[in-house]
Nanobody, 120 residues
C-alpha cells in the first residue's frame, strides 16, 4: 500500500507563492516511485475535487488545467520519491485542500491533503 504525505500548505497572500510537496512510500516489491504517474488535485469548500496538474513517470511530460497554466509547475524527484507543485501568482480561487495522487495501471492512491488559504 503506497502512502502519500502532502505538506507545504499555508496561508498566502494573493500574488504570493507556495510550494507543495508529496512524499511517497510503501511500494510493493519490484515497484518504485518512478512507476507511478503523479497528479495534484484540489478541492475548495462546496466544490468537487478537481485535477490541477499531472506528470509522467519520468517527469518529462507535464500538463495543467488552463486556469493554472503558466502559474503552477509540477515536477518530481524520483530519487527522493517526491512530487512538488510550485504555485506562483496565487489567487483566491486557488484556495482549497490540495491532494496528490499516484496512478499506475489499475491502482491509485491518495494523500490526506494539505490546506492552502489565500487571503490578504
Amino acid at each position: 500500500q503506497v502512502q502519500l504525505v502532502e505538506s507545504g500548505g499555508a496561508s498566502v497572500q494573493p500574488g504570493g507563492s507556495l510550494r507543495l510537496s508529496c512524499v511517497a512510500s510503501g511500494f510493493a516489491p519490484g515497484l518504485s516511485f518512478s512507476n507511478y504517474g503523479m497528479q495534484w488535485y484540489r478541492q475548495a469548500p462546496g466544490n468537487k475535487r478537481e485535477l490541477v496538474a499531472w506528470i509522467s513517470t519520468d517527469g518529462e511530460v507535464a500538463n495543467y488545467v488552463e486556469v493554472v497554466r503558466d502559474r503552477f509547475t509540477i515536477f518530481r524527484d524520483n530519487a527522493k520519491d517526491t512530487v512538488y507543485l510550485q504555485m506562483n501568482s496565487v489567487t483566491p480561487d486557488d484556495a482549497g485542500v490540495y491532494y496528490c495522487r499516484a496512478v499506475r495501471v489499475d491502482e491509485t492512491f491518495w494523500g490526506q491533503g494539505t490546506q492552502v488559504t489565500v487571503s490578504s
